[in-house]
């Protein structure tokens, strides 16, 4: 039975089965409070990958895996010279992460497969189902590895040359699970990419809203700080005779605050990683090493926001008798999504009766780095409490159903359906 070409409100993926999936998937790398540690190239990331596959081949896909262990699962077109519409996400964890975060990416897009399959639907263009490798950065830094290979930021013999917290190479661990693949990354050609993710925050939950349309994502300065003053005893150095480290940190944290709250709307700012030398309860810290972590889908109010620090941090340490020395150690520019793409996620969350907003992507995603080669969109769903990279992450049948169905309509409309 084939569905009509005008594909309407009735056509909706299987929840149960896509509800299904995840929790079989979650049974691979369980964590230690009802999430999962499945974290990249760890034999649990080669168990999850093995049952992906077996369920894209058992969905009528053939399956390819590229030299960076991304992999690729076709269900072919109608037109062999249409390049293919891609969707998918990551399989791999935080060492502590939630059964969701990118998970949902990948098995909503599965499901989408199974379900043109039950509905006897043929499109024009190939459907490619895709697991991208080391999303999370977790294990080898930095996040977003192989698609940025994949998109040209990195090259392959970087990428094979980072190393865990033991040592182990990510090229070595890639052979070990035995996820080489044979395909030369970055050959494949897209037609577009759409990526499903839960939101990471608050937002979506907050205002009652089942749908983000994404149409941004934020760029992004990581600038190392390092304050150098003087130890001494906390208990006999007087207050006008020390050169604090700590206090200028406190100080330069404060200003970062302020800045960010000084360039609203769509601008944040912490410190989210500080280190104080020698550490000691009774030593006035002599260093201070600290990252600075600035985002905005705004390049001119990203690159303002550092120019800002970068003038008024050195003032404050000198007032401080300290030395400063900044780093740039992390940037990423602004991405904006493809128009087209993001008005057919809108009209396919609208045609489905789905409340929805458009919504700007806090945190980096493979989408980011794919949307510098195609034509490239995010959809997002709530998850409880905004809470991500957590075990305690939580998202409900309803809200990855809702997801999953405006991302089946979104492709259908993409890949176009064949009478």
Known sequence: MSASPAAGENLRINSARLWDSLMEMAKI??????GNNRQTLTDADAEGRALFKRWCEDAGCSMGVDTMGNMFATRPGADPEALPVYMGSHLDT??????????????GALEVVRSLNDLG???????????????EGARFAPAMLASGVFAGLHTQDYAYARTDAEGKSFGEELKRIGWVGDEEVGARK???????????????EAEGKEIGVVTHGQGLWWLQITLTGRDA????TPMDMRVNAGLGMARIIELVHRIAMEAQPDAVGAVGQANVYPNSRNVIPGKAVFTVDFRSPDREKLDGMRARLEAEAPEIADALGLGFEVEPVGHFDPVTFDPALVE??????EKLGYSH?????GAGHDACWINRVAPTVMIMCPCVGGLSHNEAEEI????AAAGTDVLFHAVLETAQIVA
């Not at 935080?94 to 098995?107: A, S």
């Not at 057919?344 to 969350?349: D, E, I, K, N, Q």
Request: net charge negative.
């Open 29 to 34: 790398g369980p964590g230690i409070a009802g």
């Open 94 to 107: 935080q060492p502590t992460g939630g059964k969701y975060d990118g998970v949902l990416g990948v098995l």
């Open 121 to 135: 639907i043929r499109t024009k263009h190939p459907i490619v189902v895709t697991n991208w490798t080391n999303e």
């Open 190 to 204: 897209m037609h577009a990419m759409l990526e499903l993710h839960i939101e990471q925050g608050p937002i979506l």
């Open 233 to 236: 005893h906390t208990g006999s």
């Open 344 to 349: 057919t996620v809108r009209a396919s969350a």
């Open 357 to 361: 907003r458009d919504i700007i992507s």
């Open 396 to 399: 409900s049948p309803e809200w």
